[in-house]
């Protein structure tokens, strides 16, 4: 599908499958959609399922101009003729799915967010020096190394074929992104202090082995949030949907059906 945002034209990958109520899946910043597949293979009998690889990932087109993801996200939802769905976001397209949330609760039935960044949150020493080691490979354009520290830093007690699969996949993302650094901004111009009057039922889950500082921005979410619920993935990290779909299945289905 193609997206407008100032003039500009983007042509988004999007996916659709199942039946059922619907559910948009937004993916993690190291990923595209494609880091969905345990949940597209076993949801399609109970969702009308939606995946989108962002701007600048999988094999939408590269990020050009000024745009948001969370409008993008919007205007799929407009595009299929979705008024509202659940939106289930990892990592950084957890923050995409907090956004629209926040900017747009109209659209929303319910969030997941997985293991999700928060603007304005002081990170660690140990995330500052990730930041400063795959800023260091950038620079240098050294987009194997760059992809490298992600793989190590959030997946480097995942399995092999999870961190081969997340590999490919940030690679792909950094080349298409090496042109132009995406200019992308929030719809909501201060979400931590939207958070407290979001009227969504959010489920807010983190890896039991995810980094601290994703952790206590887990605890942060769900003490803010007025209707969330806070769980762990057990014997997962940073994408606890695919290093133990069964596991995250397990919490995340029963809030999609309404009946935790």
Same mark, same amino acid.
């Given at each position: 599908?193609?997206?407008?945002?100032?003039?500009?034209?983007?042509?988004?990958?999007?996916?659709?499958?199942?039946?059922?109520?619907?559910?948009?899946?937004?993916?993690?910043?190291?990923?595209?959609?494609?880091?969905?597949?345990?949940?597209?293979?076993?949801?399609?009998?109970?969702?009308?399922?939606?995946?989108?690889?962002?701007?600048?990932?999988?094999?939408?087109?590269?990020?050009? $101009?000024?745009?948001?993801?969370? =409008?993008?996200?919007?205007?799929?939802?407009? $595009? /299929?003729?979705?008024?509202?769905?659940? !939106?289930?976001?990892?990592?950084?397209?957890?923050? !995409?799915?907090?956004?629209?949330?926040?900017?747009?609760?109209?659209?929303?039935?319910?969030?997941?967010?997985?293991?999700?960044?928060?603007?304005?949150?002081?990170?660690? #020493?140990?995330?500052?020096?990730?930041?400063? @080691?795959? #800023?260091?490979?950038? #620079?240098? =354009?050294?987009?194997?190394?760059?992809?490298?520290?992600?793989?190590?830093?959030?997946?480097? @007690?995942?399995?092999?074929?999870?961190?081969?699969?997340?590999?490919?996949?940030?690679?792909?993302?950094?080349?298409?992104?090496?042109?132009?650094?995406?200019?992308?901004?929030?719809?909501? /111009?201060?979400?931590?202090?939207?958070? @407290?009057?979001? #009227? !969504?039922?959010?489920?807010?889950?983190?890896?039991?082995?995810?980094?601290?500082?994703?952790? @206590?921005?887990?605890?942060?979410?769900?003490?803010?949030?007025?209707?969330?619920?806070?769980?762990? !993935?057990?014997?997962?990290?940073?994408?606890?949907?695919?290093?133990?779909?069964?596991?995250?299945?397990?919490?995340?289905?029963?809030?999609?059906?309404?009946?935790?």
């Amino acid at each position: 599908m193609n997206v407008y945002e100032g003039g500009t034209a983007a042509s988004l990958h999007v996916e659709h499958a199942g039946s059922g109520p619907p559910v948009v899946l937004i993916h993690a910043g190291v990923a595209d959609s494609r880091m969905w597949d345990p949940q597209w293979a076993a949801w399609q009998t109970r969702f009308a399922l939606t995946r989108l690889d962002l701007r600048g990932f999988g094999r939408s087109g590269a990020p050009v $101009g000024s745009f948001s993801h969370a =409008g993008d996200v919007a205007a799929l939802l407009d $595009g /299929a003729g979705i008024d509202r769905a659940h !939106v289930v976001g990892a990592s950084f397209g957890g923050l !995409v799915a907090l956004d629209l949330a926040a900017a747009r609760p109209d659209r929303v039935l319910g969030l997941v967010l997985a293991d999700p960044p928060l603007p304005g949150y002081a990170w660690s #020493e140990e995330m500052r020096g990730f930041f400063a @080691a795959e #800023e260091a490979a950038l #620079e240098a =354009g050294d987009l194997e190394a760059a992809t490298d520290v992600n793989v190590e830093f959030w997946l480097g @007690a995942a399995p092999g074929p999870v961190q081969e699969a997340i590999r490919e996949q940030q690679l792909n993302a950094f080349r298409l992104q090496a042109d132009d650094e995406p200019d992308d901004s929030l719809l909501t /111009a201060d979400l931590p202090g939207a958070l @407290a009057t979001l #009227e !969504v039922r959010t489920l807010v889950l983190t890896g039991e082995h995810d980094k601290a500082d994703f952790r @206590a921005i887990g605890d942060r979410l769900a003490a803010a949030l007025p209707h969330a619920r806070r769980a762990v !993935v057990p014997r997962a990290g940073h994408l606890p949907s695919l290093e133990q779909p069964a596991a995250f299945d397990e919490i995340a289905l029963p809030f999609l059906d309404g009946r935790r």
